[in-house]
C-alpha cells in the first residue's frame, strides 16, 4: 500500500470542542422540519421503534466508521480512503464534492431565506397569506425548470452574507475558527430552541398537536416504506457520506473516546430531532385549533411548514408573534450555519491535504466559488432546481457513497483491523456486531434503500418534472461532481513516498 505523507496536522483544542463540531454539523435546517414530518407521517410515536433500531444497526455503525477511518489514518476523506486503497481515492473526492458543490450551494441559499425571514418577522412582513407572499412576492417562483428567470436581490444579499460567515469562520482553522464558532453556535442553538419549545407547550391545542406528533400507530410498521424511511432518516441527519466527520475526527488527538463520542453525536442529533418537533407540532395544534381544522390539514414538509404553515402560525399569535417569529428564524439561521461551515472545512481540508495549497488560499477560492455557484438557486426558478439537484444527492450520491464506504472499509481494509484501532484507543469496546453491521446489514439496508429509489424515478420522472427537467438538472449534477473527483483523484499527491 502507497504512503502517503503530510505534514503536521491541526487538533481540536478540547473533545467538548470536537464533540460540538460534530454536532453541530448534524444537526441541521431537517432536524427542525424533516424529522417531525417524517414522525408524523409514518406512526407517529411508533415511528420511533424503526427509527432507534435504524440508528444502532445503520446510523451509529456508519459513525463510528468515519470517525475510526479519519482518525486512524489522520486525513480529510480523500486522504483517508487513498491511504487504504489509492485506487479508492475517488470516493473521497466525490464525496466531498457533490456535498461542496451541489448541497452546501442551495443550502446556503435556504439559510438566506430564513435571514429574510428573520427580519420579516420584526413586522411580520409576510402580510395575510404566507403562501402568496412565500412563492409569488419573496421567490416570485416561474412556470418550471426550464425557466430560470432573474436573480432575486434580496435573496443574493443573504448569500453573499451567508458566504462571508462561512469564510470567515474556516478562514481561521480549526481551533480559532470552527471550534470556537460552535462554542458559540450550540449553546445559542440548544437554547434558543428549548425557548421554543417551552414556550410553543403554553399555547391553546399544543398537547392537541404533541398527540397527533407522538401517537403510535402500530399498524404502519408493517408498510415497508416506514422502514425505509426510518433508515434513510438516521443515514440523512448524521452527516455520513459527506466526508465532514473523516475530516472532524482527523483533528482529534491520537488517544481519544471514539466509541463513546460516536454515542453522543448520535443520540445529541436525535434528541434534538424529537424536541425540536415539539415546537414545530405544539404549534401546528395551535394552529389547527385556532382556525378549527383538522390538524392534517394543517401540515406540509420541507420549504411549506417553515416557509408558509409557521409563519401563517407565528400570525395567529395573540402576544409576542414577532419575538416567536424572530427566535424560531434565528434557530433556523444558527442550525444552518453550523452545517455549512463543515462542509466547507471538509472539502478545504481536502484540497489542501492533496496539493499542500494555504488554508487562507484554499479556503477564499472555494468560498467565492461556492457563492456564484449559489447563484442559479437564487434565481426565481431555483426552487425546482433546489428541489430536483437534492433529491437526486441526497437519495443516489449519499446512499451510494455510504455502500461503498462499507465496502471499503468493511471488506477490502477489513471491519477488524479498524474495529481494533477503535478498541486500542477507546475505553467503551466495540465487538464483532460492528463487523457484521459494516460487512453485511447496513450495505444491504442502504442497498434496498437505493433500488427502492431507482425503482421510483424510473416509474416516474421526479417531483412531477419533466425526463428532460430530471436528466439534465438531477442526473448531470452527479456525473459532474464524479466527474471532478475523478479529476482531482488523478492528479499526484504533493508528497509521497
Known sequence: MEQIVQPHRSQWKSRRGFLLAAIGSAVGLGNIWRFPYLCYKNGGGAFL????????????????????????????????????????????????TFVMFGIVLYYCVVISWCLNYLFFSFNLGWGNDPNDFFFNKFLRVTDGPHQLGEVRTPILFGLSFVWFINWLIVFFGVQRGVERANRIFMPILFLLTAILVFWSLTLKGAFFGLKHYFKPDFNLLVNPQVWIGAYSQAFFSLSLGCGIMVAYASYLPHRSEIVRDSLTISFADSFFSIFAGCAVFSVLGYMATSLSIPLDKVVKESAGLAFVVYPQAISLLPIFSHAFGIIFFAVLVVAGFSSSISILEAFSVSVMDKFGYSRKLTVTVISILGFFGGIVFSCRGGLFWLDIVDHFLSHYALISVGILECILIGWIFKALHLREHINHISSLKLDKSWDFCIKVLTPSVLVIILINNIKELISKPYGGYSWLANILIGRDWLIFTLFIALLFASRPWRKQI
Open 49 to 96: 421503534i424503526p427509527y432507534i433500531i435504524a440508528l444502532f444497526t445503520a446510523g451509529i455503525p456508519l459513525m463510528l466508521l468515519e470517525i475510526g477511518i479519519g482518525h486512524k489514518m489522520r486525513g480529510s476523506a480523500p486522504l483517508s480512503f487513498a491511504k487504504v486503497n489509492r485506487r479508492w481515492e475517488w470516493l473521497g473526492w466525490w464525496a466531498v
